[in-house]
């Protein structure tokens, strides 16, 4: 298993054991959706049904937020609403007002939530005591935020704080394609995007496109700013560093992918793989965006 979305925070303050954390997190696991419920929230087992909430690998631990979520379509309860509203109005002589059209909505919403899909969901994060990380799997902040809001419920006196640079990452994107100069350890790949900072916010995108560097510095000097940037890592990792400091489309190259063939528990081996890295990474990118700033 490999993340695929990055947010990561810095672990404030992290006392908690794994058998502590264990025990924890098993007050607030996930259970089913009631018949009057639209959503669930609650940990769940990051490996398989039935195994322990927090998956341990040698000192870095994995968990797992699992979602449990109600499908049912605007369209499905305004089709079955207009039907009973028809039934009603043959009844009373007159057509529903506004306030029997809510109520009649509310009404038709509770009486088809029990017949509703269900789907789930889950959001990994991978906790390094040792190197003081939390790191998310998630395509959007609102996702890592219900994660994150669990957690601080979970968990008494944890602290965390989302990792902020000397240099913000789009200053520092900038910089680099401005001046055709990747930081150490880092190539430019081919997708790009610049953003206007004026009021209509102008953009221009690259995709798998070759950043020229004189167009690149054209777009610049008219002001815009790179909002998102693709890079490899040591020629192991690709993502695309996004203007937040999210790492999107984390991918292992083929010299990372073969280090797990022949395992014979890939998720152990993956995961391993992936926290070794990752461990590594970090830093670097930090250290290329001018590192955290110094605590007052």
Not at 109 to 122: C, I, Q, S, W
Not at 217 to 245: C, M, P, Q, Y
Request: charged share 25%; hydrophobic share 45%.
């Amino acid at each position: 298993m490999w993340f695929k979305n990055l947010l990561f925070y810095r672990l404030v303050n992290w006392k908690s054991e794994p058998a502590a954390l264990e025990e924890a997190l098993a007050q607030h696991a996930l259970q089913d959706c009631s018949s009057m419920e639209m959503q669930s929230l609650g940990w769940v087992s990051p490996k398989a049904d039935g195994e322990p909430l927090v998956h341990l690998l040698g000192q870095q631990l994995l968990i797992a937020l699992g979602v449990e979520k109600k499908l049912l379509p605007t369209t499905v309860v305004n089709q079955f609403t207009k039907a009973r509203a028809l039934e009603l109005e043959e009844q009373q002589g007159y057509k529903p007002g506004r306030k029997q059209m809510k109520d009649l909505k509310e009404a038709i919403t509770d009486e088809l939530l029990p017949r509703a899909f269900v789907l789930r969901r889950k959001t990994y994060a991978w906790i390094d005591p040792v190197g003081g990380w939390m790191v998310v799997d998630a395509a959007s902040p609102a996702k890592a935020d219900e994660l994150v809001e669990l957690l601080h419920k979970s968990v008494a006196d944890v602290q965390l704080a989302l990792v902020k640079t000397q240099t913000s990452p789009v200053s520092a994107m900038t910089g680099w394609l401005g001046s055709d100069e990747a930081p150490a350890g880092f190539t430019v790949d081919r997708d790009c995007e610049l953003r206007g900072t004026g009021d209509e916010k102008a953009t221009v995108r690259y995709v798998r496109h070759a950043l020229d560097a004189e167009e690149i510095r054209k777009h610049i000097e008219a002001g815009k700013e790179v909002s998102r940037l693709a890079l490899t890592w040591n020629d192991k990792l690709s993502f695309v560093l996004n203007e937040n400091l999210q790492l999107k489309r984390l991918a292992p190259l083929d010299i990372v992918k073969e280090q797990g063939e022949g395992a014979d528990d890939m998720f152990d081996s993956d995961f391993a793989i992936m926290t070794g890295e990752l461990r590594s990474l970090l830093p670097d990118l930090i250290a290329a965006l001018g590192g955290e700033p110094q605590a007052a």
